[in-house]
């Protein structure tokens, strides 16, 4: 059973930052990639950034220069510093993870955290 988690939600005031963390757990072997999307009430879920395995990074356009991915591949996790945060930017933040192989096999599908909520606001 392969298990994302969030962490580093809360509030904060514009013009502030926040890191999200996201840890797979599972017997993982190796995740193609990891990324982190989010959603508000009645929106679709949206991508924020993505970032492969061997570190290839995508943004949406909305967090080009404020936000940057990283992860660890040792330790099957994902992370998001956000800075510059705007009150648009309050959403749950959602940590997906693609291409994951474990527990001997290749998943077809995608696997996704429970959220984490961002909110911006003074």
């Known amino acids: 059973q392969v298990q994302l988690v969030e962490s580093g939600g809360g509030l904060v005031q514009p013009g502030g930052s926040l890191r999200l963390s996201c840890a797979a757990s599972?017997?993982?072997?190796?995740?193609?990639?990891m990324g982190w999307y989010r959603q508000g009430p009645g929106k679709e879920r949206e991508l924020v950034a993505t970032?492969?395995?061997?570190?290839?990074?995508k943004y949406a356009d909305s967090v080009k220069g404020r936000f940057t991915i990283s992860r660890d591949n040792a330790k099957n996790t994902v992370y998001l510093q956000m800075n510059s945060l705007k009150p648009e930017d309050t959403y749950i933040y959602y940590c997906?993870?693609?291409?994951?192989?474990?527990?001997?096999?290749?998943?077809?599908?995608?696997?996704w955290g429970k959220g984490t909520p961002v909110t911006v606001a003074s």
């Open positions: 599972g017997s993982i072997f190796s995740i193609n990639i």
């Open positions: 970032i492969s395995f061997s570190g290839t990074t």
């Open positions: 997906n993870a693609e291409g994951v192989t474990a527990n001997g096999r290749l998943y077809g599908m995608n696997f």
